[in-house]
């Protein structure tokens, strides 16, 4: 699995605007929603079930990067987005720093291996420097893109 494989580039949020954790969910919740990739999703129910996962143990990771994720029944393919922050956010990171990278997932609560396989490939991905600093210092949705086709390209070669 590839990152281009679950990540909706059309939802990508460039610059995030807010700073709040919730409000950050439920920004790039609605993007996809706005997207089609989730149709006949209920946007509200679906940020409560990630902002609820997000409550039993942050999903800020450190080094700037958040993975909120949930296991949803209205979810039939995995899907991610991500959204960039310039200010931070206060996501209770295990670093205590802020993060200005977030990676949503969804995943279907009917096939746990592909949301395992989608967390290994997004975190696979976020354990290089060099694509969490193209993702901080992307400032548009094509920088976003372009640096996720380069980290998977990596992968290739």
């Given at each position: 699995?590839?990152?281009?494989?679950?990540?909706?580039?059309?939802?990508?949020?460039?610059?995030?605007?807010?700073?709040?954790?919730?409000?950050?969910?439920?920004?790039?919740?609605?993007?996809?929603?706005?997207?089609?990739?989730?149709?006949?999703?209920?946007?509200?129910?679906?940020?409560?079930?990630?902002?609820?996962?997000?409550?039993?143990?942050?999903?800020?990771?450190?080094?700037?990067v958040?993975?909120?994720?949930?296991?949803?029944?209205?979810?039939?393919?995995?899907?991610?987005?991500?959204?960039?922050?310039?200010?931070?956010?206060?996501?209770?990171s295990?670093?205590?720093?802020?993060?200005?990278s977030?990676?949503?997932?969804?995943?279907?609560?009917?096939?746990?291996?592909?949301?395992?396989?989608?967390?290994?490939?997004?975190?696979?991905?976020?354990?290089?420097?060099?694509?969490?600093?193209?993702?901080?210092?992307?400032?548009?949705?094509?920088?976003?893109?372009?640096?996720?086709?380069?980290?998977?390209?990596?992968?290739?070669?």
């Amino acid at each position: 699995m590839k990152l281009v494989d679950i990540i909706c580039f059309d939802a990508i949020v460039a610059q995030l605007n807010s700073n709040k954790r919730d409000e950050v969910i439920a920004e790039l919740v609605q993007s996809l929603v706005g997207h089609k990739k989730m149709e006949g999703v209920d946007a509200k129910n679906m940020v409560r079930a990630v902002v609820k996962r997000e409550n039993e143990a942050s999903t800020g990771i450190g080094k700037g990067v958040a993975v909120p994720h949930v296991k949803h029944k209205s979810i039939t393919e995995p899907v991610a987005v991500i959204g960039c922050s310039q200010e931070g956010i206060d996501f209770a990171s295990l670093d205590k720093q802020p993060v200005y990278s977030v990676f949503l997932l969804l995943s279907p609560a009917s096939n746990p291996d592909k949301h395992l396989q989608a967390m290994e490939t997004i975190f696979k991905n976020l354990q290089k420097d060099d694509f969490r600093r193209f993702l901080r210092q992307a400032q548009t949705a094509e920088a976003i893109i372009e640096a996720v086709k380069d980290a998977d390209e990596d992968d290739n070669g």
